[in-house]
């Protein structure tokens, strides 16, 4: 897009922080570039995407006319984050925030979307430049641009964004163009709000003072984070992690996202490029066990309603959930493709929607209801209308565990009796019972009993390989699978049991590669054919569930060296995606909520064996 006139280069993956308002996100790079930003939700259509396309994409840059060190931070504790710019003849710095409103009501309403970019003289004299090209629809609608006296308006048939500007701004092929000169002291203020169609536009009057929106929003975010109640090791990696996982709530229903990002590859050039922005049941199950652990309750209880919300509705794919929602609770996320993008340093197609949404993946069974057997015990208990639909789910596991489905890693080839499926079919059935007991709900036990006990015979049957000494897979395959590493932690084998001691030996023998594990074998003599063409990196929460695994295994020296190898695979703002290629360097979307909670788990139950204690769980 015309008018910068230095040639475009698409970033690493890993060199962004994230900003948002618990409504959607946008990425800043260490170059000050907002290159994916989607307006008004997670899951709207891209108006920054220059991530996916450099040419076509859409871009908001605020940084120094001319080239130098960058570095980026998060004021403590917080999602506000500092752009410096350090160069011979002065240092400037960005902040980059979205306001995170409370001043209104959340019962399913959203609050504007703005995002706050206030620049400050630090040293010297810099010449900053600003540059907004927006690509609204993901570059499909096109927009026009109107110069205002406070700043520039762009319109589209997608919305409108209402650029405000203390400096002039002029408009060049589409562009809002700024060039201007900050001296120490000085800070100037820009914010780029959403419009929807008849929302009205601001008015001269209209002006923005920065400080303050940023003092509410570090008042907001240190205030959510003084709920925690962790104090042992690592606690900074734990903290930011929690307000990564913050992030990627959806405030106005209680959703939680698998990540904020779409179609970045698993491998550069290749075709393993997924949209993220839904909300996946076992993902947000997960990450509801984390907030927990953390003493966050406030999420958890509002992930718990828009769960309930959906075990309550009539329409199915498969089974009583499907895989994964939309975060307004749609069921339909159609996959198609952006073929006029070329993605991200070529890596094509470029997906939106998710095709595996259909899918039958039964591992979610035990994922959700483990979550809300905790949440009844360490929250609130749940009412006997949510417990007649959590009854109705375990029944139906009950009838449908031996069932062939696509599995945790969502294969598009066959189906297969995975072993990690009915693992979790077990965790159903055992959490359903326990919560029964505890509550003294009304449940058909012998017959659940008798399932869950037939579903642990089966694995041990079935999912142990004799000849390896390991669980694989899937009934019937030599093939290992990293997922086997979470038997212990669900509490289905004893974690010094003989099998899982060899099972993890030879886990780390087939699948690890300096301390990183990848999910299952892709090639060689025994492989995962997951019906998905190329390659792709090491799986970063296969890395933690290791880490896991080995510390309840009573292994803590090689627990904590893989721990602490992993830490140095995030980014320079402790950011994790989903996958680390073979030079260290992030795959995936970004960031990842199965990562983070990977990583707090990990770091918990770590921290409680270092201490003699037994982390509760």
């Known amino acids: 897009m015309g008018s910068d006139s230095k040639p475009r280069m698409y970033r690493p993956i890993e060199s962004c922080g994230i900003i948002g308002n618990l409504q959607s996100v946008a990425l800043v790079s260490t170059e000050g570039e907002i290159d994916w930003c989607c307006l008004p939700s997670f899951d709207s259509p891209s108006i920054f995407g220059a991530i996916l396309d450099q040419g076509k994409g859409g871009y908001f840059r605020i940084a120094p006319v001319t080239e130098g060190v960058n570095r980026q931070m998060y004021l403590p504790e917080t999602n506000v984050l500092m752009t410096r710019f350090l160069r011979p003849d002065g240092v400037a710095e960005v902040l980059d925030f979205m306001p995170v409103r409370d001043d209104v009501v959340w019962a399913g309403a959203q609050a504007p979307s703005e995002i706050i970019r206030i620049v400050r003289g630090v040293r010297g004299v810099t010449r900053i430049r600003l540059d907004c090209s927006p690509a ?37 092929n589409g562009h809002a163009i700024a060039e201007f000169t900050i001296h120490p002291k000085e800070s100037f203020t820009f914010s780029l709000r959403f419009l929807e169609h008849g929302e009205p536009t601001p008015g001269g ?42 992030l990627l709530t959806f405030r106005p229903t209680g959703a939680i996202v698998a990540a904020p990002t779409c179609s970045l590859p698993e491998e550069v050039g290749g075709t393993r490029n997924w949209d993220y922005r839904y909300t996946w049941i076992r993902d947000a199950a997960f990450t509801v066990y984390a907030f927990l652990r953390l003493g966050f309750t406030e ?17 199915r794919v498969n089974g009583p959930l499907n895989v994964m929602y939309a975060i307004d609770g749609r069921h339909d996320l159609t996959e198609f493709t952006l073929d006029h993008f070329e993605g991200y340093r070529g890596s094509r197609p470029v997906r939106v929607g998710n095709g595996a949404y259909n899918q039958l993946q039964l591992d979610i069974y035990g994922e959700v209801v ?17 417990w007649k639909q959590v009854r109705v789910m375990l029944e139906w596991v009950a009838a449908n565990w031996q069932q062939p489905d696509e599995g945790l890693w969502e294969v598009r080839s066959q189906r297969q009796h995975f072993i990690y499926s009915k693992l979790q079919c077990w965790v159903a059935l055992d959490r359903g019972l326990r919560l029964a007991a505890r509550r003294s709900l009304p449940l058909n036990r012998a017959h659940l009993e008798q399932e869950r006990d037939k579903v642990f015979e089966w694995i041990m049957t079935h999912g142990w390989d004799a000849d390896q000494q390991s669980f694989v897979q899937a009934a019937g395959t ?30 780390i023998e087939a699948l690890v590669s300096d301390s990183l594990v990848y999910r299952y074998q892709l090639h060689g003599e025994v492989f995962t054919d997951d019906g998905i063409s190329g390659g792709e990196g090491t799986f970063s929460m296969c890395t933690f569930w290791l880490v896991e695994a080995l510390t309840r295994a009573g292994r803590l020296e090689e627990a904590r060296l893989i721990f602490e190898k992993m830490l140095t695979y995030c980014n320079h703002l402790g950011l994790y995606s989903e996958e680390i290629g073979p030079t260290g360097e992030s795959l995936g979307n970004i960031p990842q909520a199965f990562t983070h909670l990977g990583l707090v788990s990990a770091a918990l139950n770590l921290n409680a064996r270092l201490d003699g204690r037994e982390y509760a769980s």
């Open 478 to 507: 030599k093939a290992l699978d990293a997922a086997n590493l979470l038997m212990p932690l669900v509490h289905f084998i004893a974690p010094t049991d003989p099998r899982m001691l060899s099972t993890i030996d030879r886990t």
């Open 205 to 246: 009057h209209d002006t923005v003072d920065g400080e303050i929106l940023m003092d509410q929003a570090v008042k907001y975010w240190r205030g959510w984070l003084s709920r925690c109640t962790y104090t042992g090791r690592w606690r900074e990696r734990i903290i930011r992690s929690a307000l990564v996982l913050k």
């Open 136 to 172: 609204f629809g993901y570059a499909l609608a096109p927009h026009d641009t109107e110069v205002r006296p406070w700043g520039c308006l762009f319109r589209s048939e997608q919305g409108s964004l209402a650029l405000s500007s203390p400096v002039p701004i002029a408009e060049e």
């Open 370 to 386: 483990d979550s809300i057997d905790l949440y009844d015990k360490h929250v609130t208990p749940i009412s006997y209308s949510f």
């Open 299 to 315: 999420e958890a209880t509002a992930f718990m309603g828009w769960l309930e919300s959906r075990i309550h509705e009539q329409e």
